[in-house]
């Protein structure tokens, strides 16, 4: 479902029962704004289930990248690299996985790609 106004355009994208996503553009706003609902997932199926979101982009950030570690402080990460021991390729994608309470983002010298999260209480 496709609405257009004076201040936003948005679709709304169902994928399932239990998985949808609406996108908005805001007038006059360099901003992209996208939201997922998901859930409840079903479990009846006894097939297991990872919801992952994956953004491409073409910022030249040098393989970094900054989470927040417990909702206040932040930490620049290297994609495939940790600090403290010498990390081997294993899993390309999932080896790179952190979890985040509100917020992460890949930069370069211009542009800025951020992703905020809600809550689990339908912020």
Not at 2 to 19: H, L, P, R
Not at 38 to 45: K, L, M, T
Not at 47 to 60: L, M, N
Request: hydrophobic share 30%; charged share 25%.
């Amino acid at each position: 479902t496709c609405t257009k106004t004076e201040t936003v355009q948005s679709a709304m994208i169902v994928f399932n029962e239990w998985a949808s996503q609406e996108v908005s553009l805001y007038r006059e706003m360099p901003t992209v704004e996208v939201e997922w609902t998901v859930g409840p997932i079903p479990i009846d199926d006894n097939v297991g289930k990872e919801i992952v979101v994956r953004y491409d982009t073409d910022i030249k950030s040098a393989s970094k990248y900054y989470t927040d570690a417990n909702g206040r402080q932040v930490l620049e990460r290297i994609r495939d690299y940790r600090p403290t021991w010498n990390y081997s390729i294993v899993e390309n994608v999932s080896g790179n996985y952190y979890p985040i309470n509100s917020r992460i983002w890949i930069q370069d010298g211009t542009r800025q790609l951020t992703v905020l999260t809600g809550n689990n209480d339908n912020d």
